[in-house]
């Protein structure tokens, strides 16, 4: 009986888990099938478990004028918006979660507040704004308006793995020769680190995805959203999936090179 | 080693005041326990000494040093914390070494203290592991070799034992004590276990609502309470308290009259321990209630003048519940209150 009823729980688990990878892994498996195919692969059907690994609309989208310069764009923008988001929000959310401070829900609440205002509403007035200030269509103005919508989030994830750290390590470290400072970095980043960097993958992954700024603000200088948008309206179907691929890939890679500090090491609380 | 002067320290938190003037002078190599019921302030006391928090008012000395201004790390102080504050990232060996490291100690004298301090606190066989694998005893251990491989002038400690059981309390308890006292370091040690307290310390000051009620003594503070909160605060089972009347010739007290202060007074509160207590043809005389034998003694409810009273007897002594016991109290041991002010008297 017992003995059944785990079985049935691990087949249920089981059965969660495979559910969950699908949906993650069969659009990703699509797409770069149908990016590794000939475009005739492409529009046939059936289709091949395994792609032919044709490269022709690899290298047509790869050689198209201006994809390189968007991919690049994108990855400065995001990693832009990442040090931004970071650099700013940790040390609010340290604040936000160790220090009592007159206004603070007010605060908490204010940063939700940037996200209730809808980017199209804000549009007009950016772009008018940025143009005035000289700041369209460059890098670091897009990075400013993508930190704007990340920084929220940092700010709550950080100040909630702050509030996870008893307050008691820090001074201990106080009391065993840190300096306010030295105490934060000897006793607390090490045990925040993971949910620093899982916060700022957050960050990047939110710019990288960002169309509707990106498209409005920028022109020479496009990201590789606003650019495939853009472009791959009038493209053939193979050239769309490539083009997704170019999408998915970069934040795929980068995810994986910071995978092992998305799991806590040692776990985030106490004991 | 260093002595400790506090000077009318207050600690004010908007309007609550948490700590009222208090002046308290430790000596070197003293072990003082800072006693009272949580929300006392002890607490408070303690990481102002440390440095952890900033008095509104008053000046603390450690050694001959004003240290208003100083920062924990440069006030020569140890602190043990209630919850251990073991650093989860780091193994025991590192925990220990991490303000040798801070001294910026050559490594051999890190290796070398850190093994003596372990093997003080009898950790050496745990050096590797991390906290995370540790039993809330053994992090305990951690936390006092911490803090003593820093050779602090002053050790803190804030009600290091009450996370662990009972059994385990009473050894490290035991060890603790050897241990600090080998040290030779002055001690200030928090906690709200009165048992705990006396056998410890080589003074405790009682603390009650941000006043330090007394400072003396274990066996004064158990002895001469200096007021009816210390009085009722310390010993297990509590100090009996009963009305006094002025009469001729000494004070009325259930029924019975004893010899008292001769004060100008009508009312006073009479104070006699459980086991100043002994059966006699005349005294105070009650309804048994409730009979709990403890072994070599046996521990009577009853009620006297219409209060709670309890005395221990020997356990040979022939009582029933619902029975009438009398009891004379021994005379040497009898205290006196003022009911206004709360006051020892002295008779």
């Known amino acids: 009986m017992n003995n059944s009823m785990t079985s049935a729980k691990r087949w249920l688990w089981g059965a969660v888990i495979a559910i969950l990878c699908l949906w993650v892994l069969v659009p990703i498996y699509l797409i770069i099938v149908n990016t590794l195919s000939s475009p005739a692969e492409v529009a046939g059907y059936p289709k091949r478990f395994w792609p032919s690994f044709d490269m022709e609309s690899v290298q047509f989208f790869m050689g198209f004028q201006g994809v390189l310069d968007a991919l690049w764009n994108s990855i400065l923008v995001a990693l832009v918006t990442m040090i931004l988001s970071i650099g700013l929000g940790a040390p609010a959310g340290y604040a936000l979660a160790r220090f009592d401070f007159p206004g603070k829900n007010l605060f908490r609440i204010m940063v939700l507040m940037t996200r209730a205002f809808p980017l199209p509403l804000l549009a007009l007035p950016l772009a008018v704004l940025f143009i005035r200030t000289g700041l369209d269509d460059t890098i670091i103005g897009l990075a400013l308006v993508h930190t704007v919508l990340a920084l929220p989030f940092a700010i709550l994830i950080t100040s909630s793995l702050f509030m996870g750290i008893p307050f008691e390590l820090e001074e201990a470290a106080w009391t065993l020769g840190c300096t306010r400072f030295q105490a934060f970095r000897k006793a607390v980043l090490p045990l925040v680190f993971p949910g620093i960097a899982a916060s700022a993958v957050f960050a990047f992954v939110?710019?990288?995805?960002?169309?509707?700024?990106?498209?409005?603000?920028?022109?020479?200088?496009?990201?590789?959203?606003?650019?495939?948008?853009?472009?791959?309206?009038?493209?053939?179907?193979?050239?769309?999936?490539?083009?997704?691929?170019?999408?998915?890939?970069?934040?795929?890679?980068?995810?994986?090179?910071?995978?092992?500090?998305?799991?806590?090491?040692?776990?985030?609380?106490?004991? | 080693?260093?002595?400790?002067?506090?000077?009318?320290?207050?600690?004010?938190?908007?309007?609550?005041?948490?700590?009222?003037?208090?002046?308290?002078?430790?000596?070197?190599?003293?072990?003082?326990?800072?006693?009272?019921?949580?929300?006392?302030?002890?607490?408070?006391?303690?990481?102002?000494?440390?440095?952890?928090?900033?008095?509104?008012?008053?000046?603390?000395?450690?050694?001959?040093?004003?240290?208003?201004?100083?920062?924990?790390?440069?006030?020569?102080?140890?602190?043990?914390?209630?919850?251990?504050?073991?650093?989860?990232?780091?193994?025991?060996?590192?925990?220990?070494?991490?303000?040798?490291?801070?001294?910026?100690?050559?490594?051999?004298?890190?290796?070398?203290?850190?093994?003596?301090?372990?093997?003080?606190?009898?950790?050496?066989?745990?050096?590797?592991?991390?906290?995370?694998?540790?039993?809330?005893?053994?992090?305990?251990?951690?936390?006092?070799?911490?803090?003593?491989?820093?050779?602090?002038?002053?050790?803190?400690?804030?009600?290091?034992?009450?996370?662990?059981?009972?059994?385990?309390?009473?050894?490290?308890?035991?060890?603790?004590?050897?241990?600090?006292?080998?040290?030779?370091?002055?001690?200030?040690?928090?906690?709200?276990?009165?048992?705990?307290?006396?056998?410890?310390?080589?003074?405790?000051?009682?603390?009650?609502?941000?006043?330090?009620?007394?400072?003396?003594?274990?066996?004064?503070?158990?002895?001469?309470?200096?007021?009816?909160?210390?009085?009722?605060?310390?010993?297990?089972?509590p100090m009996n308290f009963l009305d006094a009347n002025k009469v001729e010739g000494g004070w009325q007290v259930a029924g019975m009259t004893v010899d008292g202060p001769s004060i100008d007074r009508g009312k006073l509160e009479f104070a006699i321990r459980p086991e100043d207590l002994v059966p006699a043809e005349q005294g105070m005389t009650g309804d048994v209630k409730v009979i709990e034998p403890l072994g070599a003694h046996q521990l009577v409810t009853m009620s006297v003048d219409g209060r709670l009273f309890r005395a221990t007897i020997d356990s040979d002594e022939p009582v029933q519940p619902g029975s009438q016991l009398t009891l004379a109290p021994r005379p040497d041991r009898i205290r006196w209150f003022d009911p206004e002010s709360e006051n020892a008297i002295a008779a």
């Open chain 2, 1 to 237: 080693m260093a002595d400790i002067s506090i000077e009318g320290v207050e600690r004010r938190y908007g309007d609550f005041t948490a700590l009222h003037a208090i002046d308290l002078d430790i000596q070197d190599q003293e072990f003082l326990v800072l006693l009272g019921a949580s929300g006392c302030g002890k607490t408070t006391l303690l990481r102002l000494i440390a440095g952890l928090d900033r008095q509104s008012s008053g000046t603390i000395k450690i050694g001959d040093r004003v240290v208003d201004d100083v920062p924990p790390r440069h006030r020569g102080i140890a602190m043990v914390f209630q919850n251990y504050a073991v650093f989860p990232h780091l193994t025991v060996f590192e925990n220990i070494a991490f303000g040798l490291r801070m001294k910026k100690m050559a490594e051999a004298d890190i290796e070398k203290k850190v093994t003596n301090a372990a093997e003080l606190m009898h950790i050496e066989q745990l050096l590797k592991r991390y906290s995370g694998q540790l039993s809330g005893g053994q992090r305990q251990r951690v936390a006092v070799a911490r803090a003593l491989a820093m050779e602090p002038d002053v050790l803190l400690m804030d009600e290091p034992l009450s996370n662990l059981d009972a059994l385990l309390r009473l050894e490290m308890r035991a060890e603790l004590k050897g241990v600090v006292q080998a040290s030779k370091t002055t001690t200030i040690y928090v906690t709200h276990d009165q048992v705990e307290a006396m056998s410890l310390a080589d003074r405790i000051a009682v603390m009650h609502k941000g006043h330090i009620v007394q400072a003396a003594k274990p066996i004064d503070v158990y002895r001469n309470p200096a007021t009816h909160f210390v009085a009722s605060f310390i010993g297990n089972p």
């Open chain 1, 206 to 271: 939110i710019s990288w995805n960002e169309v509707f700024a990106a498209a409005v603000l920028t022109i020479e200088n496009r990201t590789l959203t606003a650019f495939l948008m853009q472009s791959l309206d009038e493209s053939p179907l193979h050239l769309k999936f490539a083009g997704g691929t170019v999408l998915v890939l970069p934040a795929l890679i980068f995810l994986f090179a910071v995978r092992k500090y998305l799991f806590a090491m040692w776990g985030i609380a106490n004991r």
